[in-house]
């Protein structure tokens, strides 16, 4: 089975003890994060946690680890470890400035799919060609470290023409788009809102931070059941005939696109 990335969960990599509550968490599957999360002098800790987990665990389709940047020293010490482990369902990769850096994350673990943080100005710049590399398998876009290199802020009508154009460089090439986390968590009012409007430009899901922010983003993302309903009438009249018409509106491809994602996210 392939991982579902719309839902991810980060949990420490130093704090083995959570990866399984991580994994029941309600998350469509668990990010075992040996970057931010964990304390440079934890690193080598972190690293040997997150091999005995995939080396013991059952299941790991819903299991991914976030590495260091590829290009550091203890990026090159996680890619290492990964080759050597059991595979994960998927790698994510942070501050990739471009394609090649797939490439060369591919060349020490293989066909892995790679979820690929766009948070820094070079990554937008490229995040076209970085969705067409191989293997990978979403792109996320990363708001906080791209407003810390811009000089700017990270607040939602800022944001916005570097989250559309991460979602269309996405969509260009087939891939999932996911929506950075939300920093807040003791207030569910806001992951909430922030997933609402990452899902009304069209973004896939939204990572998490938190166990917390699972109930109000996945309601956030998850279509009313009059959407569905009409969704359902949009896809058997198209099954009826060509062209299509519903209530005195000519159903068009796109129409049906848009009604086929409705009921995708509402049998997730």
Same mark, same amino acid.
């Given at each position: 089975m392939a991982l579902d990335?719309? !839902?991810? !969960?980060?949990?420490? #990599?130093?704090?083995?003890?959570? =990866?399984?509550k991580a994994l029941g968490s309600g998350a469509t599957g668990a990010i075992l994060d040996l970057e931010d999360a964990v304390s440079p002098d934890r690193k080598a800790y972190a690293r040997e946690q997150v091999q005995a =987990?995939?080396?013991a665990y059952d299941d790991l389709a819903h299991v991914a680890v976030r590495i260091n940047p590829a290009d550091t020293p203890d990026g090159r010490h996680d890619l290492a470890m990964l080759a050597g %482990?059991?595979?994960?369902? %998927?790698?994510?990769?942070?501050?990739?400035?471009? %394609?090649?850096?797939?490439?060369r994350v591919s060349d020490v673990v293989g066909d !892995?799919?790679?979820i690929v943080l766009i948070e820094s100005a070079r990554g937008l710049a490229h995040c076209e060609t970085i969705a067409l590399a191989p293997h990978v398998l979403a792109l996320a876009f990363g708001?906080?470290?791209? %407003?810390?290199? !811009?000089?700017?802020?990270?607040?939602?009508?800022?944001m916005l023409p570097h989250r559309a154009?991460?979602?269309v460089a996405a969509r260009a090439a087939a891939r999932w788009a996911i929506d950075g986390p939300s920093r807040e968590y003791g207030d569910p009012s806001i992951p909430a809102r922030d997933a609402d409007h #990452?899902?009304?430009?069209?973004y896939d899901g939204k990572l998490l931070i938190h166990p917390s922010q699972i109930a109000p983003v996945r309601a956030a993302f998850a279509p009313s059941a009059e959407d569905v309903a009409y969704a359902r009438r949009i896809v058997a009249a198209a099954q009826r005939s060509n062209p299509a018409v519903l209530d005195g509106t000519m159903i068009d491809p796109p129409i049906i696109i848009a009604a086929e994602r409705i009921l995708r996210r509402a049998e997730g």
């Open positions: 990335p719309s !839902l991810l !969960l980060f949990v420490p #990599a130093d704090r083995p003890e959570r =990866f399984g =987990f995939l080396d %482990a059991r595979r994960p369902g %998927a790698l994510v990769v942070p501050k990739v400035g471009e %394609a090649g850096d797939c490439g !892995l799919p790679q708001p906080y470290d791209l %407003a810390a290199e !811009l000089g700017g802020v990270t607040d939602v009508d800022v154009r991460v979602l #990452a899902r009304r430009l069209g």
